[in-house]
Nanobody, 130 residues
């Protein structure tokens, strides 16, 4: 069974930075996709960024392009989300999700087909406030 454990959330001032980590375990295959999703009260879930282990392809939501960077450590099976220039509107619960041997492109998994992600972490709160 795949398990995902997020860490790195917290309170940060506008303009600050945080790095989220998603440590994965239990993958059977060496090919997977992992993404970060966020949700705040009254808003729909948003795919923030996703990455494929096969070719390193990535997707970023327009709202975070140029500010967030997704990366992975294949040896540790950990995915990181470096978040810079944080804004109050970035406040949300951030969850990582994963799927093994995905048949869909990374953008689809992050946007319209996030429901295909088979495994979800519990989430970590990110609050951007002065």
């Amino acid at each position: 069974q795949v398990q995902l454990v997020e860490s790195g959330g917290g309170l940060v001032q506008p303009g600050g930075s945080l790095t989220l980590s998603c440590a994965a375990s239990g993958f059977t295959y060496g090919y997977y996709a992992i993404g970060w999703f966020r949700q705040s009260p009254g808003k729909e879930r948003e795919g923030v960024s996703c990455i494929s282990s096969s070719d390193g392809s990535t997707y970023y939501a327009d709202s975070v392009k140029g500010r967030f960077t997704i990366s992975r450590d294949s040896a540790k099976v950990t995915v990181y989300l470096q978040m810079n220039d944080l804004k109050p509107e970035d406040t949300a619960v951030y969850s990582c999700a994963a799927i093994e041997a995905p048949l869909w492109p990374i953008e689809a998994l992050c946007v319209s087909q996030y429901y295909r992600m088979d495994f979800w972490g519990k989430g970590t709160q990110v609050t951007v406030s002065s």
